[in-house]
Each structure stands twice: as C-alpha cells, then as structure tokens.
C-alpha cells in the first residue's frame, strides 16, 4: 500500500473545433500545471485571471455546465473535458481557450480522451487527497432525484434515465469508475437531442453548432445518424458522462456512491453545494493504491436540442 500521487500531463496539447451553442470556431490548449493548482481555466481572448474548475465558480447549470460568466472570462460547455479530466485521473492541468465556450468535437469525451493520451501524465511528488463521503445526500425535486452515499473505495456511478419517447425509454447504466472502464465504456457515448426542439433552441439562439457529426438527433420514429448509436444505451452513458464532468467540480476525486433518476446538471451541481454544506457528510482524506496501475489509480455536458432532463 502506498499514498497516491497527483498528475498532470507531460506536454501541452491542442484542439480545434466549434462551439455546440455558438457554433464559433475555438481552440483549447491543455497545459500541465504544479502540483495542488487543480483544473483552471484561463481565456487568452480576454484580460482576466485564472478561473478554477470548482462548483462554487458554475455560474449556469442548464443546457451545460458554466463557469464563471462567458462575458468576463468565463468558459460554457465544460463537462466534456472535465469529464476526461476526471475518468483520466488528471489533477492538475491549465485549459487555456480562446473563446467563451469550449469545441464540441464530436458530442462525447473520447477527443479530449485522445489528446490526453497522446501527451501522457507524469506523477507529482504532491499527495492526491479526495473527498470521502461519510453519509448519504439527497437532492430530490418532482422531475428527479440525485445522491451520494458512502462507497469504500472510488467512486460508484449509477444513472437511471426514463423517457416517454421510445426510441430512448427507460435505460439504466452503473459502473465503477477508473481510466480504464472511463475509456472504454463511457468517453464515447454522445450527448443529444430532439429534431422536434431544433426551432426552439436556434430561435434563443442556442445549438447553432450542434449537427449531426456532434449530437445524436432523435427524429419522430429514428435516430437521424447515419451510423446510428455507438452503445445500444449510449443515452444513459452520455447522462453518466455528463455526471462523472459535473462531480469533478468539487475539486477532488469522489469516493462515495453516486446515484441518479432523471437527473441533469443542475441537479448534480446541487448535490455538491449540498455535500459541503454540511462538514460531516464528507472528510479529506489521501487515499492509498493496492499496486502500480498507472498514473489514475482513483477515477473521479449536454443535450444540444433539448433541455437537461432526461
């Protein structure tokens, strides 16, 4: 048994793409960074300072997950990166971004997964500490519920999603999360939406980026895409994608037990707001590894036609 380490990555890598909302072109720029500075994101098209990657800093939890304010430095569409970042392992990295909202790329995280891994982490001599929960938290309102419960080691996902139309209905998706699992069985699964929302959103001037090469677009009786779905229930996978990038807002890696019935990201950022406001739901603790996996032994977005519900 030893103390895990923090990481981050070896050399800085780009990407390019469009916003899903804003459908501008946009580049990001993942640097590494030392030790205990975490996940920060800095705009290099405006004059402000480094904002962190943490829950108190969402400043919108609708369609996405916003931190910090797009006019004044802030970046909209995280969750995709953050949710790499995490099912990664990475501790601490620099997001430089050129505009107010990070590229969609193809809807899921596996492009931010592939440039992570293209570059490598290097371990840090800092101590990695996580977030243990200590006893359960519920969020519930009447469209759904999310929780965290104690978990012994990790974290736990389990996502429920349940919609009237058929061509999704009621999927349900659990998984313990590391890189590898993260890798394989959730960074490719796509957000998406319905063809029938297109007029709303593009009139709030909302999803002018989303197409078919980024979104899974649900017609009235199919699913639009070519290639149809990646995973039989991709749905529920994105909904837990999605989950993993907002619970990485507490700045830490997660060992608790997280659960959720229809819900979304302003649902999952409410539970972290609820987790540290109380002290004796949660401790800080540095967690040990059994043995030598690589460097992420503890694994700690967006429908763009619809709203985040499922």
Same mark, same amino acid.
């Given at each position: 048994m030893k103390t895990a380490r923090q990481t981050t990555l070896r050399d800085q890598v780009q990407l390019d793409g469009i916003g899903v909302h804003s459908n501008a072109a946009v580049s990001v720029t993942l640097h590494p960074a030392e030790a205990g500075t975490g996940i920060t994101f800095l705009r290099t098209d405006q004059d402000h300072p480094e904002l962190p990657a943490i829950f108190r800093t969402v400043s919108s939890a609708e369609l996405s997950t916003v931190v910090g304010n797009p006019e004044r430095g802030g970046v909209a569409t995280v969750e995709h990166l953050m949710a790499a970042l995490s099912g990664l392992g990475v501790d601490n990295c620099l997001v430089e971004v050129d505009g107010p909202e990070l590229p969609i790329l193809d809807g899921s995280a596996a492009p931010f997964v592939a440039a992570i891994d293209q570059v490598g982490l290097t371990t840090?001599?800092?101590?990695?500490?996580?977030?243990?929960?200590?006893?359960?938290?519920?969020?519930?309102?009447?469209?759904?519920?999310?929780?965290?419960?104690?978990?012994?080691?990790?974290?736990?996902?389990?996502?429920?999603? /349940?919609?009237?139309?058929?061509?999704?209905?009621?999927?349900?998706? #659990?998984?313990?999360? *590391?890189? &590898?699992?993260?890798?394989? %069985?959730?960074?490719?699964?796509?957000?998406?939406?319905?063809?029938? /929302?297109?007029?709303?959103?593009?009139?709030?001037?909302?999803?002018? #980026?989303?197409?078919? *090469?980024? &979104?899974?677009?649900?017609? %009235?009786?199919?699913?639009?895409?070519?290639?149809?779905?990646?995973?039989?229930?991709?749905?529920?996978r994105h909904k837990l994608l999605d989950a993993v990038g907002d619970l990485a807002m507490a700045g830490a890696p997660i060992i608790g037990r997280f659960r959720s019935y229809r819900g979304g990201h302003r649902l999952n950022l409410t539970l972290l707001q609820t987790l540290f406001a109380d002290p004796t739901a949660y401790s800080i603790v540095e967690p040990t590894v059994r043995r030598d996996r690589g460097h992420a032994d503890i694994g700690v977005s967006a429908p763009a036609f619809g709203p985040d519900a499922s």
């Open positions: 840090l001599s800092a101590t990695r500490r996580a977030i243990k929960v200590l006893k359960s938290v519920v969020v519930e309102t009447e469209r759904g519920v999310v929780e965290l419960h104690p978990h012994d080691r990790g974290l736990r996902m389990e996502v429920e999603i /349940d919609f009237a139309n058929p061509l999704i209905g009621r999927q349900v998706y #659990g998984t313990d999360i *590391d890189p &590898t699992v993260f890798r394989r %069985d959730v960074a490719r699964a796509r957000t998406f939406g319905f063809m029938q /929302d297109v007029s709303k959103l593009w009139a709030a001037k909302r999803a002018l #980026g989303a197409s078919l *090469d980024n &979104t899974i677009v649900i017609g %009235d009786d199919r699913i639009l895409n070519p290639e149809g779905l990646r995973f039989r229930d991709e749905f529920v």
